[in-house]
Nanobody, 117 residues
Framework: QVQLVESGGGLVQAGGSLRLSCTASISMSSINTMGWYRQGPGKQRELVAISTRGGSTNYADSVKGRFTISRDNAKNTVFLQMNSLKPEDTAVYYC???????????WGQGIQVTVSS
């Protein structure tokens, strides 16, 4: 079973920055997509950003221009750089991957991001 370990969350003031990391227990060569999702208080889980095997990325409209997803293939790690944070970005953020061969999906345990106004 694939394990995903997230780090980098915490409390930040509005306008600040955080960088989330997610390290997978399998090689990047086995991964098709890596993404970040979030679930705010009383809200459904939503896609924040996704990075595909081919190098393309996609972002939720609410984070475009502020968040950047990137990969370090040598470290089997995906990052989410979050700038100009807003209180509405407050949520539990989850890392997710989908493998290339079977398409199976795995999730991290989630990490709290809190943005104070």
């Amino acid at each position: 079973q694939v394990q995903l370990v997230e780090s980098g969350g915490g409390l930040v003031q509005a306008g600040g920055s955080l960088r989330l990391s997610c390290t997978a227990s399998i090689s990047m060569s086995s991964i098709n997509t890596m993404g970040w999702y979030r679930q705010g208080p009383g809200k459904q889980r939503e896609l924040v950003a996704i990075s595909t095997r081919g190098g393309s990325t996609n972002y939720a409209d609410s984070v475009k221009g502020r968040f950047t997803i990137s990969r370090d293939n040598a470290k089997n790690t995906v990052f989410l750089q979050m700038n100009s944070l807003k209180p509405e970005d407050t949520a539990v953020y989850y890392c997710s991957i989908r493998t290339y061969s079977s398409g199976s999906e795995s999730w991290g345990q989630g990490i709290q991001v809190t943005v104070s106004s």
